[in-house]
Structure formats: C-alpha cells, structure tokens
C-alpha cells in the first residue's frame, strides 16, 4: 500500500499519528504527567516526555504515591526511600521536574481531598498537557487517580474553588497512558513519534530496579520497547507511544473534509 493510502487506512481507523511540530516554539507546552506509583509514567509515557523536552517545553512529574509497597524484600518504608531516590534519578533524567503526593501505595482513594491537592498542583505547575492513567485498571490505584485527575482538572479551572494558586484555564487536553495494567477499554488513538527517543527514555526509567528487573516478574522494558516497536509499525514510524483521550475529545469539527 502507497504511504497515502496507509494514511488515508489509519485515519479511516480513527488513529491520528501526531508529528510534534518542532517548529512550535519552545516552552509552549508544559506536560504534567500524573502517576498512581512512581514509575508509572515514566515507563508508559517517558518516551514523550523525553521528546518534549528535547522539543524545549517543560515536563513536570506527578507521582502521587512512591509504590513502595511492591517489594517482597524490602519493608515499606524502606523501598519508598529507595522509590523516591529512583523517581528524582529517572526525573533528572529525562529533565523533568519531580513532585511526589502524600498517599500510600494502595491507599489512593478518589477523594476530594486528593481533588483538591492535584488541582493546586495542576493550578501551580498550568500544565498545557496533562498525561494520566487510563479509566480502568486492574489496579484501584490507577482507576483513583483516573478519577482523581479528571475532578482536580475541573477544579483547577474554577474560580469558586479556592486554593493557594489562580484558576487555570490553559489546559489543551487530558491524555492518557498506554498502560499493560490499564488496558480494558483501551483503544490507542493518539500515535506519538518517538524514534528519537528511545534510548532518553530507556536511560531514564532505568533508574528504577523493578524496571530493570529482578522484583517484579513483569518484563517491563522488553514489554514497552516492543509496545513501542508494535505501535511505531502502525503508525508508519519506527516507534511510537499511543494514547487515548475521552470520547468527547475525538470530535472535530472542520470546514471541510480534511
Ligand atoms: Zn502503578
């Protein structure tokens, strides 16, 4: 099949391949990416967090607990310490800024006290770009952060709502992570060209152990490499990171026909 015609078969399929315009001019976008455990969003989105900071915008971690909770060896408190120091490394990494909430590893509730305490996050760092986790998971961590997201970006526009920062009306798009444990529903829509950098974002999140291997059974980086791998084939590049937005975000309204 022609290049054109391949375009045409995706865009059929409802997948728009996203070319970062390098040309847009630099520090346009903040991305804020919010994890449930720290980790999380380095390894599903790091790779477009690595391209856009190349790009020259500033990206900003959330991780609203350390997951410290996933070490069979290690009590708590002691892997959290580890967590943290392996967060701030895989952020100075892929030069990004690092911000840790205050819950528990499998304690994140959707609450409004965590509403309240993303949207002053949100309010503070006025993310252009907010990445998050996928409405379902077999995690409930993830599913509250989901929710917890959506309520703090609400929040976060509204001038009712009082908190140490302005309202923050900037915000283009909520997006969300190609997760493996967040995948019912999942349908990627978003394809992200990140060719360039897979080895930003492979030095990045091996920072952290159970990323490299030996706590967790789950082969975390072949597993993403090769997402990467498969979702570049599709998007005609040599890899992408995919992600999904609301339905209500898919609509476009045009002129014509594109
Ligand atoms: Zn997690």
């Not at 990323?211 to 979702?231: K, Q």
Request: with cysteine; charged share 25%.
């Amino acid at each position: 099949m022609s290049p054109a015609g391949r375009r045409t078969r995706l865009a059929l399929a409802g997948a728009v391949v996203l070319a970062l315009a390098p040309k847009a001019p630099a520090a346009d976008r903040t991305v804020l990416a919010i994890g449930a455990h720290a980790g999380d969003a380095e390894i599903t989105t790091g790779a477009i967090l690595a391209r856009h900071k190349r790009l020259g915008d500033r990206v900003v971690l959330l991780h609203l607990t350390l997951g410290e909770g996933g070490n069979p060896r290690l009590s708590p408190a002691v892997y959290g310490e580890q967590k943290k120091r392996e967060a701030l490394a895989a952020a100075q990494a892929l030069g990004a800024e690092a911000l840790f909430g205050p819950w528990r590893d499998g304690e994140l509730r959707d609450t409004e006290e965590a509403a309240r305490f993303v949207a002053d996050v949100i309010r503070q760092v006025k993310p252009t770009h907010v990445v998050t986790h996928w409405r379902a998971s077999l995690h409930p961590d993830h599913e509250a952060a989901y929710r917890i997201v959506n309520s703090a970006v609400l929040l976060a526009s509204l001038e009712g709502f009082v908190s140490a920062h302005p309202r923050h009306r900037g915000l283009r798009g909520v997006y969300y992570a190609d997760n493996w444990e967040d995948a019912e529903g999942f349908a990627p829509y978003l394809y992200v060209d990140v060719s360039e950098d897979l080895a930003a974002w492979k030095a990045a999140v091996s920072c952290y152990e159970f990323i490299r291997g030996g706590i967790s059974t789950f082969p975390y980086l072949e597993y993403y490499e090769a997402l990467a791998r498969v979702r570049g084939a599709l998007a005609g590049k040599r890899f992408a990171v995919a992600l999904e937005v609301d339905p209500f975000a898919k609509k476009r309204v045009l002129d014509a026909l594109p």
